[in-house]
């Protein structure tokens, strides 16, 4: 099966790129096709053109490229930090350029304002990320905004059913063996989440 794996952090010697080469590797070995992109790597363009706003809008060969591999995926892994209590500006980039409309999500009804039909067939989609904000600070001061994005404005919309996310912190202040443990959940999670056909 094909699963599209989207990393998005700057730094080649950041933990988001250690996980996303766990990713990719695991992935493989559990048989699946893995399309990868490094944004930052890639140089990818998160600024949208006017023109491809409309749901009928042109889009350059690169974006068409990256919306049929969005279409034609089984499973979504995105891995990124949290900043702001965003993903990185690039990342959201991709998001508004790629998760189309009439690509992963339509509209009921006669207007743009409708109820969404979400088109993906990803069975499931995971999202990695990392913070330095405690679980509890996270959850009593912040609310976790990146999972309200993710879960319910993303991936619901678009029809993707089955979500899983999980938040390394803090990153700043962990050690190399805590950092060797949370690989090894990489591991376990991509490996119940993605075997037997899922």
Request: proline residues 5%; charged residues 25%; glycine residues 6%.
């Amino acid at each position: 099966m094909e699963i599209l794996l989207i990393l998005s952090h700057p730094s080649k010697e950041s933990f988001n790129h250690a996980i996303a080469n766990v990713a990719k590797s695991t992935l493989s070995e559990l048989g699946h096709q893995v399309i990868y992109h490094d944004l930052y790597a890639e140089g990818f363009d998160p600024l949208i053109p006017a023109e491809e706003i409309p749901a009928n809008g042109a889009v350059d060969s690169r974006i068409k490229a990256h919306c049929e591999e969005l279409i034609s995926a089984d499973g979504i892994v995105v891995v990124h930090p949290n900043w702001w209590g965003q993903p990185p500006a690039i990342l959201k980039g991709w998001v508004d350029r790629v998760i189309r409309p009439r690509v992963a999500y339509r509209f009921y009804g006669t207007s743009e304002a409708g109820i969404p039909e979400g088109l993906l067939k990803a069975k499931v989609a995971i999202i990695f990320n990392t913070s330095n904000t405690f679980e509890e600070r996270e959850q009593k001061h912040y609310g976790d905004p990146l999972e309200n994005l993710w879960k319910i404005c993303i991936w619901d919309f678009c029809g993707v059913k089955r979500f899983v996310r999980r938040n390394f912190t803090v990153i700043v202040e962990s050690t190399l063996e805590q950092r060797k443990r949370w690989l090894e959940e990489v591991k376990e999670i991509l490996t119940k989440e993605f075997s037997y056909g899922f």
